[in-house]
Each structure stands twice: as structure tokens, then as C-alpha cells.
């Protein structure tokens, strides 16, 4: 069974459950009652908040499966009304008491009230709020009717009642997880390096994580956060389906294997707690752009490399005009190929159009292959000096020239002793190299001038396993 972390309390007296043990309690603000909406009075009718509103609730697994209705709104007052009419309710749901968003919830009317489920009140919460388990705030709109035989006429005002408070049910979703295992000898300090990746995004909004490890053959659990800053042992996450390349990660399950040697990616859904291996082998760490700047010949075409051996190529190439092109894995047609997928993605569809730059330029192209869908980007280039060192110091660019023949950037300038620079394209920081000048990084640290005078520095972008410069004094 499927191991799941949800808050365990709920304070109506409609809901009951029993109390699970588990490894997490989710950490949140104690609910506070608010001071709701006082009874609106309108058009003859008192309408007013129901008892499920009447403290705060906090949605659980149990009480979705249970389901059981209760009153969300309710009539404490009604004009005289003709025998054997009723009144009925239609509800909506706002994040705000301006109502700029509502959303419309199912509801049952009967005897001056409306009743809706903690299943549909989760859903709505979810669409206003987002899937995060935090306490939120609900405000109700509710249109009534007088309902005659088969005739109902709405009554002109709405009344607006809230907020009410309500926190949907949710999985703990933690920001960090690493990978633990005979990889880095079962240590709780040796974690950094086998982090998971994630994009930054709300956790309940991405709830994926991934990572790219070589040589991963033997076992392995799951560490999170939590756990790691504790350096314990509870709540960390393996399986029962040993070696299995997907299944259901479990609290305290057993090691996970992988049986195959080179390149795997695990890939984490921690909304559905479940996991997947994908089996690489051998990584290829090189992309060839071949096209119309040089004939189409994948043999002899420019090159982006996946200098993090993530799946994410960078390289320069430099177009004479505006060209079309495609990225190739191998040194010719026979593999994988990377025309256009639309919208800045890439399709391995052999049908698919041809990559394009519009003008000439220096073009720095990035491909990421790390997930779905691939993505590509090209940003044409114009490169400089930035630093004290320099005599536009750390506002002003000294501008580096292209030459198309030597594939290399340079300038003659001069250089200040005991002062910084680096470099950077398009007078930003966006895209800036430092660092070891035969093993240039992006934000890399700043290089040091030793001796002042004037130098000819040469930028060379045009291996991508190693960018360069040189700085000769002359």
C-alpha cells in the first residue's frame, strides 16, 4: 500500500477517523478562527455560514473517501413563503471578498440549506489555491432561489459570506532530496553531490525531481531534507520492489538497486510518491550542428558539449548569415536528430523543420535534453572585457573583435597590476566567463592582472569541452 503523509487532524464533528502513526508531521500554522461574515439579511431571507463552516477544517484522505456532506450555508430567516415552495442555493467560491475569481461547487439544498462534500470542497480549494496543504481562506457567494413546483425565480442579491478557513489534504512535499547508497558509502555527510534536481517551482505545483548518476550499481535509498539535516534514519524512503525500475517509493522500505553499469536518471513524483530508472549506458556527451553555414555535414559541423554530463549542451557556433540548422548525436545522419518542435522545443521526429538563426552573428546555442520536452536556445553574442583592470573598469565593456577566420575574439588594451577582469557578452551578466583561463566557467571567478602594461588577450570559444583565453603582454 501506497505510504502517504497527510495532516491527521480535522476539528468537525461530522468527520471521523482514526489517528495514524507516521514518520512526518507536517508543520503548519495552528488554524485560527477568523471573524467571519456576520448573517446577511437581504430581500426578506437571513443567510448565514453553516455549522461545517463553523471552525476551521482540515481536509483529510479519510474524511475524501468518507465523504459524508455537511452544511456549508444556511437560511435562519425566510419571508412567508406559498405552501409547498422551497428555497434552494446555488454557491460560489472566491479566494478574495471582492469575488474577482469564483468558482461555482456542488451543492444539495434541502430544509432552508445547501450541503457540499469535503471532496469537492478539496477540488475547489486546490483550483483557487494551488495543491500546497496550507490553511486557506475561503470566501462564499450565494445565490437562492424560490423554487415553486417546477418554476424557481432568483432572488435579485446575492448574500457574501467568509472567510472561511480550509486546508486541503496533501502530501509532505519536501524541497531537497539527495541519494544515499554504496555510492558514497551509506554516509548521511556525504550527500552533496548526489542532490536531486528540481526547477525552484512550488513544490506541489512541480513535484518532480530527478538526478544523473554514473556507475550507480548496487543499492540505494532516498534521503530528504529533513532527514539529512538530522542525520537520521526515519523518513528516509526505499521500496519493495527491489529492483524494479518504477514502482511506489515507501517510508522505511527496503534498498533500491540498479543491476546495470554506466548512466542512469532516477526520477521522483513525490505528489504520488513513486519513482522511475531510466537505464542510459553510455552517455553521449557531444552534439553536432551541422546546416547551412557549413554544408550540412555532420562529419565536420561545430560541436555543443554537456560540460556537467547532465544533458544540457552549450557551444558557440558562428553563422554568416541568417542559416538554417539542426542538432545530430552523432557525426553524421545514422543517430538521433533535432529539428524544430515549436515554441523553443525540439522534436527527433525526422519530419520535423530545420533550427534557424535570422542574421549573422556569434551565436551561443544551448540544447537541454535533461527532460521533456527537449528544449533549445540561441542567443546571438558580441563579447568584452569587464573589470577594475580594465579602463572602463566594472561599468563599461572593453569590446572584443570577431574574427571569422580564427574563430577567436580579441583586443589589445590595457591592463591595470593587482586589479580583476573577465568576460562578458552583450554588455550584461547573463552570460560571463572566469576562472581557470584554460578552463574558462560561467561566473567564474575573476581573473588577476599580476604585471600592468598592455596585453593582447584572445577569447576561444570554439571547443566547448574547455573555453580559453590568452593573455600576452606586449
Same mark, same amino acid.
Given at each position: 500500500?501506497?505510504?502517504?503523509?497527510?495532516?491527521?487532524?480535522?476539528?468537525?464533528?461530522?468527520?471521523?477517523?482514526?489517528?495514524?502513526?507516521?514518520?512526518?508531521?507536517?508543520?503548519?500554522?495552528?488554524?485560527?478562527?477568523?471573524?467571519?461574515?456576520?448573517?446577511?439579511?437581504?430581500?426578506?431571507?437571513?443567510?448565514?455560514?453553516?455549522?461545517?463552516?463553523?471552525?476551521?477544517?482540515?481536509?483529510?484522505?479519510?474524511?475524501?473517501?468518507?465523504?459524508?456532506?455537511?452544511?456549508?450555508?444556511?437560511?435562519?430567516?425566510?419571508?412567508?413563503?406559498?405552501?409547498?415552495?422551497?428555497?434552494?442555493?446555488?454557491?460560489?467560491?472566491?479566494?478574495?471578498?471582492?469575488?474577482?475569481?469564483?468558482?461555482?461547487?456542488?451543492?444539495?439544498?434541502?430544509?432552508?440549506?445547501?450541503?457540499?462534500?469535503?471532496?469537492?470542497?478539496?477540488?475547489?480549494?486546490?483550483?483557487?489555491?494551488?495543491?500546497?496543504?496550507?490553511?486557506?481562506?475561503?470566501?462564499?457567494?450565494?445565490?437562492?432561489?424560490?423554487?415553486?413546483?417546477?418554476?424557481?425565480?432568483?432572488?435579485?442579491?446575492?448574500?457574501?459570506?467568509?472567510?472561511?478557513?480550509?486546508?486541503?489534504?496533501?502530501?509532505?512535499?519536501?524541497?531537497?532530496?539527495?541519494?544515499?547508497?554504496?555510492?558514497?558509502?551509506?554516509?548521511?555527510?556525504?550527500?552533496?553531490?548526489?542532490?536531486?534536481?528540481?526547477?525552484?517551482?512550488?513544490?506541489?505545483?512541480?513535484?518532480?525531481?530527478?538526478?544523473?548518476?554514473?556507475?550507480?550499481?548496487?543499492?540505494?535509498?532516498?534521503?530528504?531534507?529533513?532527514?539529512?539535516?538530522?542525520?537520521?534514519?526515519?523518513?528516509?524512503?526505499?521500496?519493495?520492489?527491489?529492483?524494479?525500475?518504477?514502482?511506489?517509493?515507501?517510508?522505511?522500505?527496503?534498498?533500491?538497486?540498479?543491476?546495470?553499469?554506466?548512466?542512469?536518471?532516477?526520477?521522483?513524483?513525490?505528489?504520488?510518491?513513486?519513482?522511475?530508472?531510466?537505464?542510459?549506458?553510455?552517455?553521449?556527451?557531444?552534439?553536432?550542428?551541422?546546416?547551412?553555414?557549413?554544408?550540412?555535414?555532420?562529419?565536420?559541423?561545430?560541436?555543443?558539449?554537456?560540460?556537467?554530463?547532465?544533458?544540457?549542451?552549450?557551444?558557440?557556433?558562428?553563422?554568416?548569415?541568417?542559416?538554417?540548422?539542426?542538432?545530430?548525436?552523432?557525426?553524421?545522419?545514422?543517430?538521433?536528430?533535432?529539428?524544430?518542435?515549436?515554441?523553443?522545443?525540439?522534436?527527433?521526429?525526422?519530419?520535423?523543420?530545420?533550427?534557424?538563426?535570422?542574421?549573422?552573428?556569434?551565436?551561443?546555442?544551448?540544447?537541454?535534453?535533461?527532460?521533456?520536452?527537449?528544449?533549445?536556445?540561441?542567443?546571438?553574442?558580441?563579447?568584452?572585457?569587464?573589470?577594475?583592470? /580594465? @579602463? !572602463? +573598469?566594472?561599468?563599461?565593456? &572593453?569590446?572584443?573583435?570577431? #574574427? %571569422?577566420?580564427?574563430?577567436?575574439? *580579441? =583586443? $589589445?588594451?590595457?591592463?591595470?597590476?593587482?586589479?580583476?577582469?573577465?568576460?562578458?557578452?552583450?554588455?550584461?551578466?547573463?552570460?560571463?566567463?572566469?576562472?581557470?583561463?584554460?578552463?574558462?566557467?560561467?561566473?567564474?571567478?575573476?581573473?588577476?592582472? /599580476? @604585471? !600592468? +602594461?598592455?596585453?593582447?588577450? &584572445?577569447?576561444?570559444?570554439? #571547443? %566547448?569541452?574547455?573555453?580559453?583565453? *590568452? =593573455? $600576452?603582454?606586449?
Amino acid at each position: 500500500m501506497k505510504t502517504k503523509i497527510y495532516l491527521l487532524t480535522v476539528l468537525l464533528a461530522f468527520i471521523g477517523f482514526g489517528a495514524c502513526d507516521d514518520v512526518y508531521d507536517h508543520v503548519a500554522a495552528p488554524p485560527q478562527a477568523n471573524e467571519q461574515e456576520d448573517a446577511q439579511s437581504v430581500d426578506g431571507f437571513t443567510i448565514a455560514l453553516g455549522s461545517g463552516f463553523s471552525a476551521p477544517i482540515i481536509l483529510t484522505e479519510e474524511a475524501l473517501e468518507e465523504n459524508t456532506p455537511f452544511e456549508a450555508v444556511k437560511a435562519t430567516a425566510t419571508p412567508e413563503l406559498a405552501e409547498g415552495a422551497t428555497v434552494t442555493f446555488s454557491l460560489e467560491l472566491s479566494s478574495t471578498d471582492e469575488f474577482e475569481t469564483t468558482l461555482e461547487i456542488p451543492s444539495v439544498s434541502g430544509e432552508n440549506a445547501a450541503t457540499i462534500t469535503p471532496a469537492d470542497l478539496d477540488e475547489a480549494v486546490k483550483s483557487l489555491y494551488g495543491k500546497a496543504p496550507n490553511a486557506r481562506e475561503l470566501f462564499v457567494r450565494v445565490k437562492y432561489y424560490i423554487t415553486d413546483g417546477t418554476s424557481s425565480v432568483m432572488m435579485p442579491t446575492p448574500a457574501e459570506l467568509g472567510p472561511a478557513t480550509v486546508t486541503p489534504v496533501g502530501p509532505v512535499i519536501e524541497t531537497e532530496y539527495y541519494l544515499i547508497g554504496g555510492i558514497n558509502g551509506w554516509n548521511m555527510e556525504n550527500l552533496d553531490e548526489y542532490k536531486f534536481d528540481h526547477s525552484g517551482a512550488d513544490v506541489y505545483e512541480d513535484p518532480y525531481f530527478s538526478i544523473l548518476v554514473n556507475n550507480l550499481e548496487g543499492e540505494f535509498k532516498i534521503v530528504p531534507k529533513s532527514s539529512k539535516e538530522a542525520a537520521s534514519w526515519d523518513g528516509v524512503f526505499g521500496t519493495y520492489e527491489d529492483t524494479a525500475l518504477e514502482g511506489e517509493l515507501q517510508l522505511d522500505g527496503g534498498n533500491m538497486k540498479v543491476e546495470e553499469p554506466g548512466w542512469v536518471k532516477i526520477t521522483l513524483n513525490m505528489m504520488e510518491y513513486t519513482y522511475t530508472i531510466e537505464i542510459i549506458g553510455d552517455m553521449n556527451l557531444t552534439l553536432y550542428v551541422p546546416g547551412a553555414h557549413q554544408g550540412w555535414n555532420p562529419g565536420s559541423a561545430p560541436t555543443l558539449y554537456s560540460r556537467n554530463f547532465d544533458f544540457k549542451y552549450d557551444g558557440y557556433v558562428y553563422f554568416d548569415a541568417g542559416h538554417e540548422f539542426k542538432f545530430t548525436a552523432q557525426p553524421n545522419w545514422d543517430g538521433p536528430n533535432y529539428g524544430d518542435g515549436g515554441d523553443g522545443t525540439l522534436s527527433t521526429d525526422g519530419g520535423a523543420g530545420n533550427l534557424k538563426v535570422n542574421e549573422a552573428g556569434y551565436y551561443q546555442l544551448n540544447a537541454d535534453l535533461s527532460g521533456s520536452p527537449y528544449t533549445y536556445s540561441a542567443v546571438k553574442t558580441d563579447w568584452g572585457l569587464i573589470g577594475d583592470a /580594465t @579602463e !572602463g +573598469g566594472w561599468d563599461n565593456s &572593453t569590446p572584443l573583435r570577431y #574574427d %571569422p577566420v580564427t574563430n577567436k575574439w *580579441t =583586443v $589589445t588594451t590595457t591592463l591595470e597590476a593587482g586589479k580583476d577582469f573577465k568576460f562578458r557578452a552583450n554588455n550584461g551578466w547573463d552570460i560571463n566567463l572566469g576562472g581557470n583561463i584554460n578552463n574558462l566557467t560561467y561566473g567564474g571567478d575573476n581573473i588577476t592582472v /599580476t @604585471e !600592468g +602594461g598592455t596585453y593582447q588577450i &584572445t577569447l576561444d570559444l570554439s #571547443d %566547448p569541452t574547455a573555453y580559453k583565453c *590568452t =593573455v $600576452t603582454r606586449q
